[in-house]
């Protein structure tokens, strides 16, 4: 079993920045990548962005060159930088694992709200 704490949600004006960290706990040799999600009111869950063991990234088109999502393997945390927040970013945003053998983990959330 793997457990994963985010923390950094807030409430930020449009065009500020947050940083989000997800911090993993047991068995963390289990998984591969990494990533965050979000879930706005009434829309489903989305990628927003991911990370492989070996650092690829994946980015949704709607956040690419604003966030930037890193790993640090021996910490075990993975981060979510988010620049140049738009009110469309407002979200509960969730850290996501996956498991090599398929399994799939996932935090409690954290929300972040955009606006003025």
């Known amino acids: 079993q793997v457990q994963l704490m985010e923390s950094g949600g807030a409430l930020v004006q449009p065009g500020g920045s947050l940083r989000l960290s997800c911090a993993a706990s047991?068995?963390?040799?289990?998984?591969?990548?990494m990533g965050w999600y979000r879930q706005a009111p009434g829309k489903q869950r989305e990628l927003v962005a991911a990370?492989?063991?070996?650092?690829?990234?994946n980015y949704a088109d709607s956040v690419k060159g604003r966030f930037t999502i890193s790993r640090d393997n021996a910490a075990k945390t993975v981060d979510l930088q988010m620049d140049s927040l738009k009110p469309e970013d407002t979200a509960v945003y969730y850290c996501?694992?996956?498991?090599?053998?398929?399994?799939?983990?996932w935090g409690q959330g954290t929300q972040v709200t955009v606006s003025s």
């Open positions: 990370i492989t063991s070996g650092g690829s990234t």
């Open positions: 996501n694992a996956a498991g090599v053998d398929g399994s799939n983990y």
């Open positions: 047991g068995s963390v040799h289990s998984i591969s990548a």
